[in-house]
């Protein structure tokens, strides 16, 4: 396996790099961290791609910085460097969850929080925090940028709804709620560089009285269907219930039947729905602790 000849460009700014995809598409691809991006070029997942447009010399985009009522991740923000950041630790201990889950600690201080989103493989671990985080991509044109919910961004496996000549200059996470928890639970087969066999996000955002009521709740799966699950209903059955673990339950049984895992060398389709049964309990759970010690 080598690396097929590509010609490598390092823009100084958003509008040359969109420039250089405009020109060279669709044989140019976005080069961020590289470590999915060069894997899939080296073992011919990808072909045709030519050259690679390297966000690495772009000034902004390597910060995470708090807006108001927002945390925005630029796109050079790598796994470990997102697992430290103080407001990440302070609003979103979710995302630590799933970030400290990925891969092994060499690759996370490369690979990047958007090449995971953007990457849209079925499998990433990101996915289903930044859905039921309310996350949204920014997607800059050069000349123009739109907003995007993450749980409108993929398409199907390695698709979205990025355009060829558009990057994701950022992600954007609304603070979280009062009495809001979230969290992700993975399975894998290893302790350390391995993909999920199945992974589920959920959120819970509380009304918070003698008896605590779900006021709105949000659950997502990875790695059971070809791009990540919103489990719908799971999450709306739950809605306007006491939390129990009779109701987190019945929303495991739900969400079982809103994958559509298939069979693979991790694991075969009906030992991935008796998981996401059990890791939605177990995200709930965990999401309820965190929304009744304060949120996030
Ligand atoms: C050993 C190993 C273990 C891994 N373990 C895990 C794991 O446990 N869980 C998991 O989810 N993933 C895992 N991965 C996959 C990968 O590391 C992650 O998905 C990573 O976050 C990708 O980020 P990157 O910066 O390396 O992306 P790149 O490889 O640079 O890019 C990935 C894709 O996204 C596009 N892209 C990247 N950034 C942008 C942007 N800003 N705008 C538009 N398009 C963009 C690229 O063109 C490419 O198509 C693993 C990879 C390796 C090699």
Avoid: W
């Avoid at 779900?214 to 699950?229: F, G, Y």
Wanted: one cysteine or more.
């Amino acid at each position: 396996m080598r690396l097929p000849d590509i010609v490598l460009h390092e823009p100084e700014t958003i509008a040359e790099a969109c420039d250089l995809l405009n020109e060279y598409c669709p044989r140019a691809r976005v080069l961020a961290g590289g470590t999915d991006i060069l894997v899939d070029l080296k073992q011919g997942r990808i072909t045709g791609v030519e050259r690679l447009v390297s966000l690495k010399r772009i000034s902004g985009l390597d910060s995470i910085d708090e807006t108001g009522d927002a945390i925005r991740i630029g796109a050079l923000v790598t796994l470990n460097q997102a697992s430290r950041d103080r407001n990440i630790v302070k609003y979103f201990p979710a995302l630590i969850d799933a970030l400290e889950s990925m891969a092994a600690y060499p690759v996370r201080n490369i690979a990047t929080v958007a090449g995971n989103i953007a990457g849209a493989v079925p499998s990433s671990d990101l996915a289903p925090f930044f859905i039921v985080a309310g996350g949204e991509a920014v997607l800059s044109s050069g000349d123009g940028e739109r907003s995007v919910r993450i749980e409108d961004y993929f398409l199907g496996p390695r698709q979205t709804v990025c355009g060829e000549c558009e990057i994701m200059t950022h992600l954007v996470l609304p603070k979280p709620g009062p009495a809001t928890g979230m969290s992700y639970h993975k399975f894998m087969l290893r302790e350390a560089n391995a993909l999920a066999v199945a992974g589920v996000g959920a959120m819970l955002a509380l009304k918070v009285g003698p008896a605590d009521t779900i006021l709105e709740s949000r659950v997502a799966l990875t790695a059971v269907a070809p791009k990540p699950v919103i489990a719908r209903d799971a999450a709306a059955r739950l809605e306007g219930k006491s939390p129990s673990p009779e109701a987190f339950e019945e929303a495991g049984r739900i969400a079982r039947c809103e994958a559509k895992p298939i069979t693979d060398i991790r694991g075969t389709d009906e030992y991935r729905a008796n998981l996401v049964e059990v890791l939605t309990v177990r995200a709930l759970n965990d999401a309820l602790e965190r929304a009744r010690s304060g949120g996030a």
